[in-house]
Nanobody, 125 residues
Framework: QVPLRESGGGLVPAGDSLRLSCAST????????MAWFRQAPEKVREFVAV????????YYSDSVKGRFSISRDNDGNTVFLQMNNLKPEDTATYYC??????????????????WGQGTQVTVSS
């Protein structure tokens, strides 16, 4: 069973907004870091944003800072990514990930042990 399930992707024009959701399918992730990564065709998977724990801090990549916002629900097992002012370069498959680790390398992909299957976001120009 896939531990995380994303939803909310779609096709939108540039300047529009989307809200992605990622829910645990059974495991508790409330004390884990939960993050969003994305992967465009023929590019490596890159870090987008992280919520370090329920009630913790949030960090963003420079490319989305000021436009995207990550949040969690009260029990901490669902994470959201509000994406505003979308640009064509935001087009990618967006993946949700969770991890429990003691360093602060929030963007290091290998820190995350649990992944969803991804949701496609396409932004037209």
């Amino acid at each position: 069973q896939v531990p995380l399930r994303e939803s909310g992707g779609g096709l939108v024009p540039a300047g529009d907004s989307l809200r992605l959701s990622c829910a645990s399918t059974g495991r508790t992730f409330s004390s884990h870091a939960m993050a969003w990564f994305r992967q465009a065709p023929e590019k490596v998977r890159e870090f987008v944003a992280v919520s370090t724990s329920t009630g913790g801090s949030e960090y963003y990549s420079d490319s989305v800072k000021g436009r995207f916002s990550i949040s969690r629900d009260n029990d901490g097992n669902t994470v959201f990514l509000q994406m505003n002012n979308l640009k064509p370069e935001d087009t990618a498959t967006y993946y949700c990930a969770a991890g429990s680790f003691y360093n602060t390398m929030w963007s290091y992909i290998r820190n995350y042990n649990w992944w969803g299957q991804g949701t496609q976001v396409t932004v037209s120009s």
